[in-house]
């Protein structure tokens, strides 16, 4: 409850995911914030998570002090710590899992208009930030995680080649599956996650990815922008019908209807990249 004059206000913090991890004898609690949308108030959401998770510790030891009555001096009494006691560090993430690049705030100064003379007596607070588009740099140990931000990265980009080459012949069980469908708002993925898990069984990812691209062809179309399909996406396209073993004269109607061609321009792709 915060007070200011007459006015009173309930504020209340809720982390989507808290971990305590061990480090030796010690610990640290680490918070984590799951963002599908860009929130331009995220430093300061993480600075009030932060604050509340330390003042939790804080009356959590201020009280046992005060039941032992164990303080060596009056200031030790008043504020309710020993000299020697410490908090244990709060880390938070904010994972960002969406499509368009992040351009909101980084720290709470960039939240806020602060007159130049006042810079060095304004204290910032920045925020831990991941973005599943920037993530090729960061090394996941759990092979799982890896996939999850390194398939959705690909998907984003629409790098067709990468993820044939890498995930083709690769079997997902059915929760990542929908993890990274849910993620990349992928419906071919999460279809067949739900009809695979139905019937108790892994999902076999080429034809997953073969609607995948027939999805994104489609909204193209509906998008009007159709002409602006890259060579690249048709290559992919052929290299995927191909794993997925249709026929020569299949796939060449198929990319006839799909991006449009000619059946010569069609004919010239096939010849170079089937």
């Not at 938070?92 to 810079?119: F, K, N």
């Not at 009007?224 to 249709?246: A, M, N, P």
Request: proline fraction near 2%.
């Amino acid at each position: 409850m915060l007070k200011f004059n007459n006015h009173a206000e309930t504020i209340q913090r809720i982390w989507d995911v808290v971990k305590k991890t061990a480090y030796g004898v010690d610990f640290v609690i680490w918070g984590l914030e799951n963002q599908c949308k860009i929130h331009y108030a995220m430093p300061l959401r993480t600075m009030l998570g932060d604050a509340f998770s330390y003042l939790k510790e804080y009356n959590e030891i201020t009280a046992r002090n005060k039941h032992e009555k164990d303080f060596s001096s009056s200031d030790e009494f008043l504020s309710g710590l020993k000299k020697t006691d410490r908090l244990h560090p709060v880390i938070s993430l904010c994972v960002y899992y969406g499509e368009d690049e992040w351009d909101g705030p980084l720290s709470l100064t960039d939240m806020l208009c602060i007159p130049a003379h006042l810079t060095p007596l304004v204290s910032d607070y920045k925020m831990n930030l991941i973005q599943i588009r920037n993530s090729d740099s960061l090394i996941f140990h759990n092979n799982e995680v890896h996939t999850v931000f390194d398939l959705s990265r690909l998907i984003y980009n629409k790098e067709f080649d990468k993820i044939q080459s890498t995930y083709m012949n690769q079997k997902f069980d059915t929760e990542l599956s929908l993890v990274i469908g849910t993620i990349t708002n992928t419906k071919s993925f999460i279809n067949h996650a739900l009809q695979s898990d139905s019937e108790g069984g892994s999902i076999n990812m080429c034809r997953a990815f073969e609607e995948w691209q027939e999805e994104c062809i489609q909204k193209g179309v509906q998008q009007g922008i159709q002409t602006g399909i890259t060579q690249g996406e048709i290559i992919g396209t052929l290299k995927t019908y191909k794993k997925c073993s249709f026929s020569k004269e299949d796939t060449l109607k198929n990319i006839i209807t799909d991006f449009s061609l000619s059946e010569e321009d069609a004919r010239n792709y096939m010849e170079k990249y089937w």
